[in-house]
């Protein structure tokens, strides 16, 4: 009877072992099956193994400094750049692996122990998705469907692609690649612009309670927001720190220190209309868009195409100091929101009934106004969708809620109610301002401000826009004087009226300027004298001796391109130019004479590092040595004792005690050779200043959109007063920044200097000459 039951018994397990076998190879024989149903593709279309091998993600193009700075990217929807893994801190990948796949190190793309616990409780203790398979979801099967059915096949394309990203990939660059690819959300497309835009800072220098935040967004970054949602990110943050102990990688305590931690985000936001340099990004993309369009990819066969500068990963290297940049951009709203307090107070209703502008006709401001609104964008919308012009004009003056410019406002904004025709009235009521720093010997750019604000300003003034020059034009008329008729700085000429009759020099009347005072002194000025205190009838003098005509070449040698008329009255600045031009042509005075062309790009290149383009400078002589330095001594004379000279002086003045009680005035005291020109327009429409050191030049430029809008008096709307502070306090911080080099020498003088600039020694040569004209004439022949 036992025996029997010993065969029944072993009967019975001999059919367990079979069984346990068949199952197995069914299960085996199934999953090989299902992987190769989906590699051929019966669950839906496999992207190719080439693909695989090089997955196409959209890249940001980089905007690179000169001193090495991301100053921003140009994208459309994906504001992304590549991270290499060595770029990645320790702690950023412990945190990625401690909480998302803590076996990722040991498996080949499934993890096959999490996958039975997902299967054995429902997902209820956790997922199995592995960092490789969550890529592949990233990058090739996208977000899960709502259908159990279609999300299974998607589950099993993840497994299959999986495996081939873990064949064709390091385990390093499986997680460079899946922190690339990750939307952190608020245009943070990938690690790098996550780390800049909540942290401000490059992700290998990320903090360990940062990236647990970061890494804690993976769970669903729409949801996990650190600017909506804090306190709850906060908490996902903690979890991470959590599985980061658990593992091993920081201990207990490290833990409950940093999850005791605040949160510390420093949103910087990363779009096209804020952060550095803007006006300039701006005028780049432009000058992309031209070069791309000349610049097709090397051709494929019989095919080529465009590079996509918004996709291709370019890396722009530019000439932009990002310190010189940041320095021009604070002297512009320090100097601004002053300037602008005390044009406002001037122009109160009852101070002046026609502000914003100021000596104009109610029919001209009614072109003004007639000609803002049909540029408008909102006329050219509604004109688009078919409106009357009736309807267009009653919706000019129906109140609507908008947000505003505001200097007061520590953002810059303000919500308001206004209609849209008081709108414009209101912008037009802002002083706008233009500011270029060009190094003199190579061209190179180093900052660029094209306005006040490109959010609500988008008019680039440094390039868009010109204004007239003012006097900022008479070293021009000096220089072609000293250069054809070796005039010595020390050379004199009256200061009485002065007139070039008519039918001269394309004269169609008389011209007969008059000084900015109206008087006339009827004593003699020194050149440099003259162009210190900007002397009107001295410059029509040297004009007329050398004529308009050699002037006019002269400057367009020295890149000024406008619209310029060979009649005397250029002399005084009565022709427009823009800021861009203007500092290339004074950087050739700053040069000994040689024109270099401004330079922003210095070289292109694509994704993978491939040269593109390389600048080549272009340069053209223009004046000899002798002339340059002539130039600069007498612009040096505007800084000594000339409408420049408060740069070297300090004045204790407030601006209204009503808007603020800073001191401003000129805080400057600078004591190193300046070479400068302040220029002043009729009615004060423009101030400009023109300033120079041995090794950078800027051009700063004030007024108006309109010209209408200006200062009742010379007091505040002349260059000295409007544009020059810009300057000085540019330099200012630029100086107390020593590792910028901005040279405080003197400018080099030429060895063999042929034009006499020591008027001691000039007089004495007069007076030796007028000593042999005498003995010459006593003499009997």
């Excluded at 593709?41 to 890249?59: H, K, V």
Aim: net charge negative; glycine share 6%; charged share 25%.
């Amino acid at each position: 009877m036992a025996k029997a039951v010993k065969k029944k018994t072993t009967n019975n397990f001999s059919k367990f072992i079979m069984w346990f076998w068949i199952l197995f190879a069914s299960g085996i024989a199934l999953v090989a099956l299902i992987f190769l149903s989906a590699s051929w593709g019966l669950f839906g279309e496999l992207p190719p193994y080439e693909y695989l091998e090089n997955p196409q993600t959209n890249l940001a193009s980089q905007i690179i400094s000169s001193d090495g700075n991301l100053l921003g990217k140009f994208y459309l929807d994906d504001n992304r750049t590549d991270v290499k893994f060595d770029d990645l801190p320790e702690n950023l990948v412990n945190a990625l692996i401690a909480t998302e796949d803590a076996r990722f190190k040991d498996h080949s793309g499934i993890d096959a122990r999490g996958t039975f616990r997902a299967f054995a409780y429902l997902g209820s203790k956790g997922g199995a998705s592995t960092i490789s398979q969550q890529l592949a979801r990233q990058l090739f099967v996208g977000v899960r469907s709502r259908s159990k059915f279609d999300a299974i096949k998607q589950k099993i394309k993840e497994w299959v692609l999986a495996i081939r990203l873990e064949r064709s990939y390091t385990k390093e660059e499986i997680i460079s690649m899946y922190f690339n690819i990750y939307d952190f959300g608020n245009n943070a497309d990938g690690i790098r612009s996550a780390a800049r835009i909540y942290f401000g800072k490059e992700p290998k220098d990320l903090k360990t309670e940062e990236s647990a935040m970061l890494v804690g967004m993976f769970k669903n970054s729409s949801l996990f927001n650190p600017l909506r949602r804090e306190e709850m990110v906060k908490n996902r943050r903690d979890v991470v720190l959590a599985q980061m102990a658990k593992y091993d990688f920081i201990t207990e305590v490290e833990k409950d220190s940093l999850q005791a931690m605040k949160m510390d985000i420093n949103y910087n936001p990363e779009t096209h209309s804020v952060g550095l340099a803007t006006y300039f990004r701006m005028y780049l993309q432009r000058f992309m868009k031209d070069w791309i369009n000349k610049n097709p990819k090397p051709a494929i066969g019989d095919e080529s195409d465009r590079y996509n500068l918004y996709l291709d990963g370019l890396k722009i290297y530019t000439t932009i100091d990002s310190k010189m940049q940041a320095n021009a951009e604070e002297a512009v709203n320090e100097h601004m929101t002053k300037l602008q307090a005390e044009f406002f107070h001037q122009n109160t209703p009852d101070r002046n009934k026609t502000a914003p502008f100021l000596d104009i006709t109610p029919e001209e401001t009614r072109g003004i106004m007639e000609r803002a609104m049909k540029s408008s964008p909102r006329w050219k919308i509604m004109e688009s969708a078919g409106k009357s012009e009736k309807e267009i004009r009653e919706s000019f003056d129906k109140k609507t809620e908008m947000t505003v410019f505001d200097w007061k406002s520590p953002t810059k904004e303000k919500d308001t109610i206004l209609t849209p025709r008081d709108s414009i009235r209101y912008y037009k009521a802002f002083l706008r301002t233009a500011m270029m720093s060009m190094e003199p010997q190579t061209g190179h750019v180093k900052a660029w401000v094209g306005g006040i604000n490109y959010k609500h300003f988008q008019y680039d003034n440094v390039i868009q826009g010109a204004r007239q020059a003012g006097s900022t034009f008479k070293p021009f008329v000096y220089a072609a004087a000293i250069d054809q008729l070796r005039l010595s700085p020390c050379e004199t000429r009256p200061d009485t009226q002065y007139c070039i009759e008519a039918g001269k020099h394309g004269n169609v009347e008389p011209w007969c300027p008059r000084n900015s005072d109206m008087k006339y002194s009827g004593t003699s000025y020194t050149l440099k004298r003259a162009l210190a205190n900007s002397v009107n009838t001295v410059t029509a003098q040297l004009i007329d001796e050398v004529g308009p005509k050699s002037v006019v070449s002269m400057v367009r040698n020295l890149g000024l391109s406008g619209d310029i008329l060979e009649v005397p009255s250029i002399a005084l600045g009565a022709l427009d130019v823009n800021v861009y031009e203007m500092v290339g042509a004074y950087g050739a005075f700053a040069n000994q004479g040689v024109y270099v062309k401004p330079v922003m790009v210095t070289r292109i290149e694509n994704k993978d590092g491939t040269v593109l383009y390389e600048y080549v400078p272009e340069t053209k002589d223009v004046l000899s040595k002798d002339v340059s330095y002539a130039i600069l001594d007498l612009m040096k004379g505007v800084t000594q004792g000339g409408s420049g000279t408060r740069l070297r002086t300090t004045n204790a003045n407030k601006w209204r005690p009503e808007y603020d009680e800073i001191i401003t005035g000129y805080p400057y005291e600078l004591t190193n050779p300046i070479a400068g020109k302040t220029g002043t327009t009729q009615n004060n429409s423009d101030g400009w200043f023109m300033g120079m050191v041995p090794n950078l030049v800027t051009g700063v430029w004030v007024g108006g959109e309109e010209r209408a809008v200006h200062f009742k008096s010379i007091t505040y709307g002349q260059g000295a007063s409007m544009a020059l502070p810009i300057w000085g306090l540019y330099m200012t911080k630029n100086y107390a920044d020593e590792e910028l080099g901005i040279s405080k020498e003197d400018f080099e003088k030429p060895s063999n200097m042929s034009i006499e600039i020591d008027c001691d020694k000039f007089s004495e040569g007069i007076k030796k000459d007028n000593d042999i004209e005498d003995d010459l004439e006593d003499l009997d022949f």
